[in-house]
């Protein structure tokens, strides 16, 4: 597998970390407008310009444009410039947020095999939730692909395009949402009287091992909520306090909103 990324930023990199990681065959080439960003990228690593990724016999199989959306439309439409005329035509990737695939066919042809992936900031720690959507013309096998790639950094699932809006929502943003939930948690475990460290520690765990029940297991979390509540305890008081703060309402509004939000950006 020949992956080619164009930007190194801080997705660029965790991607290519994932795919080190995951497979030690893998090709990697990658390049970026800003040379001090392909800086300590590991020695497997090529870094050459786009204008030579098609020239030699082993073209890439996908290129991942992982470059903000403001810059996406010209990078798109300068690689595509580079490779029409190349006889094996990549997989273009886009991981920009709220680029559609259609404003990304403005900026290729039609007959370009595209795909839409919404990856988040976990990929950094190999635990990312990436969801992704492809165009007509991709075939099954371009879909096991992209599936391989963000695999390689966590989770990936495929979608409706439609539905990259809600995930932008819920997983693309979800880590800020639980950022600021371990920082309620720790500052709730000074103020009641806890070392800022233990603190730290007791929220960044609890956290973890909680996410690691729901996911190794089928059952609905109201039933891992039940399972820690006895009656009149200290679990049913810290929940109704949460309640009577609209813990729950608020939490649905932070990604409805951001999907809304996303919707507006994409338009």
Known sequence: MHIALLGTGNMGRAIIQGLLDADPSVSLTVYDILPQACGRLPERVLVKPPQEWFSGKESPDAVILAVKPADIGTAAASLYAVFKKSPSAPLIISIAAGVNIASLRECTGNEVRICRVMPNTPAKVGHAMSAYACSETCSDGDRLLVNKVFSACGRAVE??????????????????????FIEALIEGGVTAGLPYAVARECAVQTVLGAAMMVQQSDE?????????????????????????????????????????????LGS
């Not at 995930?167 to 979800?174: A, F, K």
């Not at 399972?227 to 306090?241: E, F, H, K």
């Not at 729950?248 to 932070?254: G, Q, S, W």
């Open 220 to 264: 609905h979390t109201g039933a891992f909520k039940a399972a820690v509540m006895s009656p009149g305890g200290t679990t049913a008081a810290g929940l109704r306090a949460l309640e009577e703060g609209a813990f729950k309402h608020a939490v649905i509004n932070a990604v409805t909103s951001a999907t809304e939000r996303s919707i507006q």
């Open 159 to 180: 979608v409706p395009e439609k539905l990259l809006h809600a995930v932008t929502g819920l997983s693309g943003s979800g880590p800020a949402y639980v950022f600021l």
